[in-house]
């Protein structure tokens, strides 16, 4: 009996948050039916208090309005020679000092509207302890229900993205939408699953994956390899998107083959067929279909300029023949582009630059057979503050971008730097130079 006695001192004197960690639902419920019981005391206390409170009142108005007409009634007999000024002043400081008589019949409604008014408080404190009652079972048995869903889990069998949240313990199956970091994270799984054979003859873009092999022989070990790969990590495939042993293919927009990556032709052709723009939103989308295959087309900055001078705020839109012959070459550039040479790295890379006033254009170029093969094409408009810069910075600049935007293919391997500026051998052997022509220098 002592012991029960010490645990309900224990349970009373807990804190709630203790409690429900302690006890679990069915603690939860004890606590609620306990809380419920010292609340309904509660209220059945101010409500006797009131009742008390309301006989007292009527009693003292009645009392007071029975002194009332006895003193009225003596002053009706008292001294005769009273004028009526005084009779009406007497009963004016009467009405001042006294409160208010009431009739019965005044009594009796005020009475009813005192009891309407406490039903009506009553009866909307018992709807708000009834919605809080429903709100409350609701939490038990989401917590219940949580409870008994933990107990069937293995803790040895969850993963680390097992997440901790209000009702409980869950882990993603598949990747949501919606998250702005969802297609980074799918990137690298990919990565991770294909971390040893990236480069080597799989190619991975979020959920494409090219596959590339020399013979068939090896190409089927390969696609052996990849499809083992995506089963030991749980990825599925659509098979109706998927093609196997094909000689072209078609990859992020681009047709890859033997002979070298062209821009779909699908692409090429929307391009083609592109009516003239009407506004500076329509240029942007132009300009943007353009610029994916920006790498095919040589000076691509230079010719598309007068394009992208258009789109700028402080620019009024006015077609004019300048805009339509950049508009026209720009797209007979991408119509009859070059085929480009896949990259070998067995062979050295030929980087080549020049540069004027309007910008730079460089391209990589490797052997084959007898001539020279583009790789990759890239241009750049001069930046405003090197336009008043010499022949000879201008020119350091043009090396300097391209040595870095392709430093994936040269950095580790022999390569040739061909220019048109025959100073640029002596750059190693000035002695006095700007900070910037330091920095450019060391890179190269």
């Not at 709630?16 to 960690?21: D, F, G, T, V, Y």
């Not at 990849?226 to 659509?238: A, D, M, P, W, Y």
């Not at 030929?350 to 540069?355: E, F, K, L, P, Q």
């Not at 390569?415 to 450019?440: E, G, I, P």
């Amino acid at each position: 009996m002592e012991d029960t006695r010490e645990d309900d001192r224990i349970l009373r004197s807990a804190r709630r948050p203790i409690a429900h960690l302690a006890l679990g639902p069915k603690g939860d419920r004890y606590l609620f039916r306990q809380r419920r019981e010292r609340v309904q005391q509660q209220r059945r206390a101010r409500a006797a208090e009131a009742s008390r409170a309301f006989v007292s009142e009527v009693a003292t108005s009645t009392t007071m309005a029975t002194s009332a007409q006895q003193s009225s009634q003596t002053s009706s007999s008292g001294v005769v020679g009273s004028t009526v000024a005084q009779t009406q002043s007497q009963s004016t400081g009467i009405m001042a000092n006294q409160p208010l008589v009431m009739t019965p019949e005044e009594v009796a409604i005020q009475r009813a509207a005192d009891r309407e008014a406490q039903l009506q408080q009553a009866l909307g404190e018992i709807k708000a302890e009834k919605e809080r009652m429903l709100r409350r079972r609701a939490r038990m048995q989401g917590r219940q229900a949580d409870v008994s869903e933990l107990e069937k889990m293995d803790p040895t069998e969850m993963e680390d993205d097992v997440r901790t949240i209000r009702y409980g313990l869950y882990e993603f199956v598949v990747m949501p939408f919606g998250l702005r970091n969802a297609p980074g994270t799918f990137q690298h799984a990919m990565n991770w699953i294909f971390h040893d054979y990236l480069d080597k003859f799989v190619i991975v873009y979020l959920d494409d994956i090219l596959i590339f092999s020399k013979t068939v022989e090896e190409h089927v070990a390969h696609l052996d390899k990849v499809l083992s790969l995506l089963r030991q990590h749980k990825f599925k495939i659509n098979g109706e998107k998927c093609e196997f042993g094909r000689t072209r293919v078609l990859y992020l927009g681009h047709e890859i083959s033997a002979e070298g990556l062209r821009p779909d032709d699908a692409k090429v052709a929307s391009i083609r067929d592109w009516p003239r723009p009407q506004s500076v939103t329509e240029m942007r989308s132009f300009l943007g279909m353009t610029g994916y295959y920006r790498n095919f087309v040589k000076n691509y900055s230079i010719v598309a300029a007068p394009l992208t001078d258009l789109t700028r705020l402080d620019t009024p839109w006015e077609w004019t023949d300048r805009y339509e012959a950049a508009f026209r070459h720009l797209k007979h550039a991408l119509t009859h582009h070059e085929v480009l040479k896949l990259p070998n790295p067995n062979k050295p890379f030929v980087v080549t630059t020049d540069a004027n006033q309007y910008g730079i254009g460089t391209v990589l170029t490797q052997q084959e057979g007898k001539k020279m093969r583009p790789v990759d094409y890239m241009s750049k408009t001069m930046p405003s503050q090197k336009l008043a810069k010499s022949t000879y910075e201008k020119e350091l600049y043009a090396i300097y971008k391209a040595l870095t935007h392709w430093r994936h293919y040269l950095l580790g391997r022999f390569f040739y730097v061909r220019t048109d500026h025959q100073t640029l051998k002596w750059m190693r052997t000035q002695h006095v130079l700007s900070d910037t022509l330091k920095r450019w220098i060391e890179v190269i």
